[in-house]
């Protein structure tokens, strides 16, 4: 985006999806749900190693010691849904994620998901009422029902003009060209 800000507006709106959304308000246990995802110990350590690697070559430092517990997202999503009704969503979305992968904060918790979300500009006032009610919740989980829709089963997937998916991580070159042929198309 930075690259085409000359060319382009662009306005990036996140969605919500839950990789897991059977895991209990309270969390699981983050070691033994991975090692039992990725089948076994020696497959935990390749795949998480891998990650933190890939992680690293972006500037960012995952810690999977640090990720006791795996929460369920529910509310993370809701507290995102809020901050981009108050102008805030990418920064809250970032600070969620710097504090749950690299501080290994407990995301199962209101008190560290109104810390976090205040922290990053939210009023404290405002997520403590917010997340003492259900508000959002039917929000959250309608934008969540379009993705099978629309063929979405992983993330990160990215959708460009309401019309065009671009599905996993890919390098700046791929968005570049991505963006520009989505213009000429529309043109």
């Known amino acids: 985006m930075a690259e085409l800000a000359d060319e382009f507006d662009f306005e990036v709106r996140y969605l919500p999806f839950e990789l897991n959304p059977i895991i209990p308000a309270t969390g699981v246990n983050q070691k033994e749900y991975l090692t039992a995802k990725f089948g076994g110990p020696a497959q935990y350590e390749k795949i998480t190693r891998h990650v933190t690697d ?8 995952f810690d999977f010691e640090r990720q006791h517990v795996a929460p369920n997202t529910r509310q993370a999503h809701r507290l995102i849904w809020l901050a981009g009704r108050e102008g805030a969503q990418a920064r809250v979305k970032e600070a969620l994620m710097k504090a749950y992968f690299e501080q290994g904060v407990d995301l199962s918790q209101a008190e560290n998901l109104a810390a ?3 922290g ?3 009023p404290a006032e405002r997520v403590k009422n917010f997340l003492n009610t ?5 929000e959250v989980a309608a934008l969540e029902a379009i993705h099978p829709q629309r063929g979405i089963t992983a993330v990160p997937f990215y959708i460009v003009n309401d019309r065009v998916g671009i599905s996993g991580a890919q390098t700046p070159d ?3 060209r991505a963006f520009r ?3 000429a198309q529309k043109a």
């Open 54 to 61: 890939v992680a690293a070559g972006e500037g960012l430092a």
């Open 116 to 118: 976090i979300a205040t």
């Open 120 to 122: 990053a500009g939210l």
């Open 134 to 138: 259900d508000e959002g919740a039917r």
């Open 174 to 176: 791929v968005f570049v």
């Open 181 to 183: 042929e989505i213009s």
